[in-house]
C-alpha cells in the first residue's frame, strides 16, 4: 500500500513538471523568449562589425551572380571584346577598355555582374607592356576563366538550392553585422522580395518585418547621417508595401507610413549638414554618394506618394459613397 502510494506521488509529480515545463515553454515561445541568436565577441553593430559587413559584399556577389565577381564579369567582357575586334581584321592590337558603373544598393532579378556594385577598373594593356604587368592580367583572366560557366546549361535544381541557401546565410550575416548598412540591408529587402534562384514566391510578409526591424534600428543613431539614409530606404520599402495592397491598409497608415520617410529624410538633412560643418565626412565621393541616395529616395517617394494618393481618393469616395436602400 505505501509503495502504491509512492509511486503515484512519483507518477503525479513528474505529470505535474511535464505541465509545468510545457506550459512555460510555450509561452516562452509565444513571447519569443527562445530564439538564441550568438554574437560572439558582440562584434555584431560594432564598429569591427561594420568593417567586415563591408567586406562581405564581394563574397555575396560571388554567389548572388552564381560563382562570378564584378571584377571577373569585366575581365572577362574586356578578353571578349578584345577578341572580338581582332578577329574582324584589325591591326592595332593596343586596345583599353575600361568598365566603371556607379554603385547600387540593391540586385534585381537576373541582373548581369556588372550591373550593380562599384566594379573594378580593368585595363587590357598593349603586348610590349611591361611583363610584371602582363602577368598580373593573365592571372586575372585565369581566375576569372577558373569560375565561368562554360556547359551552357541550366543549373540543376539542386544547385540553384545550394546557391539560394549560401546567398541567403551570407545577406544575414552581413546585415546583422552592421542593420545600418544601406547596402547590405537593400541586398537582404531584395532577395526576401523577389524569386531568386526560383523560389516559388516572395516572402513579403518577411521583407516588410525587415524593413520595420531596420528602421527601428537605424532611428536610435542619433549621429550617422548614412544610418538615417538607410532608415529612409526601409521606410520606402513600407510605404512601397501599403501601396501594392492598399486594400488591406487604411488611408490614416498610408499617410502616416509617408509621414515617416519624410521624418527620416529631415533627420538625414539635419544629420549631414552638421556632419558637414563639423568635418565629420572629408571624403567628397562619400558626400556624393549619400547625396544621390538622398535624391533616389525622394524621387520614389515622390512618385509612390501620387500612386498612393490615387488609390486612396478611390478608396475613400467608394466608402462615402451612399449604398441603395434595399
Known amino acids: 500500500m505505501k509503495r502504491n502510494i509512492q509511486k503515484i506521488a512519483v507518477g503525479g509529480t513528474f505529470l ?75 591591326d592595332d592590337h593596343t586596345h583599353h577598355h575600361k568598365h566603371v558603373h556607379e554603385d547600387h544598393a540593391t540586385h ?39 569560375h565561368r560557366k562554360t556547359d551552357g546549361k541550366p543549373l540543376s535544381e539542386a544547385h540553384a538550392k545550394y546557391l539560394q541557401s549560401v546567398t541567403e546565410d551570407k545577406l544575414r550575416l552581413a546585415y546583422d553585422l552592421d542593420p545600418s548598412n544601406y ?40 549621429v550617422d547621417p548614412a544610418s538615417w539614409i538607410t532608415a529612409a530606404s526601409a521606410a520606402y520599402n513600407i510605404v512601397y508595401h501599403i501601396g501594392s495592397y492598399h486594400e488591406e491598409f487604411t488611408v490614416a497608415e498610408a499617410k502616416a507610413s509617408l509621414a515617416e520617410f519624410d521624418h527620416c529624410m529631415a533627420v538625414f538633412n539635419e544629420l549631414l549638414n552638421s556632419a558637414v560643418e563639423e568635418g565629420r565626412i572629408a571624403s567628397t565621393e562619400r558626400l556624393e554618394e549619400l547625396n544621390t541616395r538622398a535624391k533616389y529616395l525622394t524621387k520614389l517617394r515622390q512618385a509612390q506618394g501620387a500612386y498612393m494618393k490615387r488609390m486612396m481618393s478611390t478608396k475613400m469616395a467608394e466608402y462615402n459613397t451612399p449604398q441603395p436602400a434595399n
Open 16 to 90: 505535474v513538471g511535464v505541465g509545468l515545463w510545457a506550459g512555460f515553454a510555450m509561452q516562452f515561445q509565444a513571447d519569443d523568449k527562445l530564439a538564441y541568436d550568438p554574437n560572439p565577441g558582440c562584434i555584431k553593430g560594432s564598429p569591427y562589425g561594420k568593417v567586415l559587413a563591408l567586406a562581405m559584399q564581394g563574397p555575396i556577389d560571388f554567389y548572388w551572380h552564381k560563382g562570378q565577381s564584378h571584377e571577373h564579369a569585366a575581365t572577362l567582357k574586356a578578353e571578349n571584346r578584345k577578341a572580338e575586334e581582332c578577329s574582324s581584321g584589325c
Open 183 to 222: 547596402t547590405n540591408y537593400g541586398n537582404l529587402h531584395l532577395f526576401l522580395s523577389t524569386t531568386t534562384y526560383g523560389k516559388s514566391s516572395a516572402d513579403d510578409a518577411a521583407a516588410v518585418k525587415l524593413a520595420q526591424q531596420t528602421l527601428d534600428f537605424c532611428k536610435l543613431d542619433e
Open 108 to 146: 534585381a532579378e537576373g541582373c548581369g555582374c556588372g550591373a550593380h556594385g562599384e566594379e573594378a577598373k580593368v585595363v587590357v594593356e598593349a603586348p610590349e607592356s611591361p611583363l610584371h604587368t602582363l602577368a598580373k592580367l593573365q592571372i586575372k583572366r585565369m581566375g576569372a576563366s577558373a
